[in-house]
């Protein structure tokens, strides 16, 4: 069993900093890319950032400059650095990743979700 496990996620104003992080534990044999989505109210769930195993990544164009997606691979971490944020930055953000299993078949795993609420 695998578990995406999101934190910190909280409430800040309009400009601040949040920094966001995904641990994935559990039966892990490889991870492959891994990235941030957030959905808000009466919204659809969209891509924030990923980045691939090798470091690549890349950034939904109403955040490039502002927030940087990294990942620790010796820990299975993935985080997300927020910062200048604005009130529609919020939502809940879900951590994402695809791994292979040791026959390298390919799996897709959601974390619970972190609500991230910017005021103005």
């Known amino acids: 069993q695998v578990q995406l496990v999101e934190s910190g996620g909280g409430l800040v104003q309009a400009g601040g900093p949040l920094r966001l992080s995904c641990a994935a534990s559990g039966r892990i044999f490889s991870i492959n890319a891994m990235g941030w989505y957030r959905q808000a109210p009466g919204k659809q769930r969209e891509l924030v950032a990923g980045i691939t195993s090798g470091g690549r990544t890349n950034y939904a164009d109403s955040v490039k400059g502002r927030f940087t997606i990294s990942r620790d691979n010796a820990k299975n971490t993935v985080y997300l650095q927020m910062k200048s944020l604005k009130p529609e930055d919020t939502a809940v953000y879900y951590c994402?990743?695809?791994?292979?299993?040791?026959?390298?078949?390919?799996?897709?795993?959601w974390g619970q979700g972190t609500q991230v609420t910017v005021s103005s």
């Open positions: 994402n990743a695809e791994m292979q299993d040791p026959k390298y078949y390919a799996n897709i795993y």
